[in-house]
């Protein structure tokens, strides 16, 4: 059967702060405890939406208190670097391609941030999917695991990283496997709300945290599969940019 999880980007105390409100009531509502992928010192104007919120990083610990997961979403945000990502869906990024130590540096500093607040990030959010293996090797240097991103089916465990990964981008029925939908609160429309909110109404039973996703598929291996399921969403994703393309891609899994 299909498991699926919800990951919100961007948080930040200039974030959307209505938008968020309601998504997290419906989070609460539904008892789903979603990945938080929060940026430690924003320096993005594209998320200076709203004005900063002095109770932001009180409310953030909170959420981490009841069991919502924290992921370290880069540093500041600012997708600079020209480099080649693992999941090479955007031109410009914050970490790929720049130098290996340079990366240790801003994942420490990312880090430091987060855990002066008493925030403790368990896993990595890449900005626009902007990473390369010196950011896996950076991560495992600083204590960080897992990783949520990539375009396989099932999450899988590689070189000592956890990788769970992550296809959507709204909500979306799809076939057996573990699918991530991953949100903009800065962005997302009424309409975009009421769908999120219509699916998980239907599929409440098929939500997971991320810790169960990890106790159920923390032990698997990469296989060949893997490989070949990224690098075919992957061609979707380029040619149809996601608007009918995950339907495409879920008959020819639920064909095999």
Known sequence: ?????????????????????????????????????????????????????????NHVRSLQDAGWTIALHGWRHECRSKGKSLVPLHRFSEFAGVPAQQQVSMLEDGLRSLRARGIHPTVWAAPRHGFDRNTL??????????????????????DGIFRVPQQLFGPQEMPAGVWTICLHTNTLTDEGFGALSS????????????????????????????????????????????????PRMARKWHER
């Open 1 to 57: 059967m299909a498991h699926y999880l919800i990951r919100f980007d961007d948080l930040c105390p200039t974030m959307n702060h209505a938008g968020w409100e309601r998504c997290e009531a419906l989070m609460r509502r539904f008892s789903i405890r979603p990945i938080l992928a929060v940026v430690p010192e924003n320096r993005d104007s594209d998320l200076a939406v709203d004005a900063k919120d002095p109770a932001f990083w």
């Open 137 to 158: 090797d950076g991560l495992k240097k600083v204590g960080i695991h897992t990783v949520s991103d990539g375009l396989s089916r099932l999450p899988f465990c590689e």
């Open 199 to 246: 699916f998980v109404e239907r599929h409440v039973p098929e939500f997971l945290s991320l810790e169960e996703v990890k106790k159920r598929w923390g032990a698997r291996r990469k296989q060949a599969s893997d490989a070949l399921e990224e690098t075919l969403w992957l061609w979707n994703y380029r040619g149809r940019r996601l608007i009918g393309g995950g």
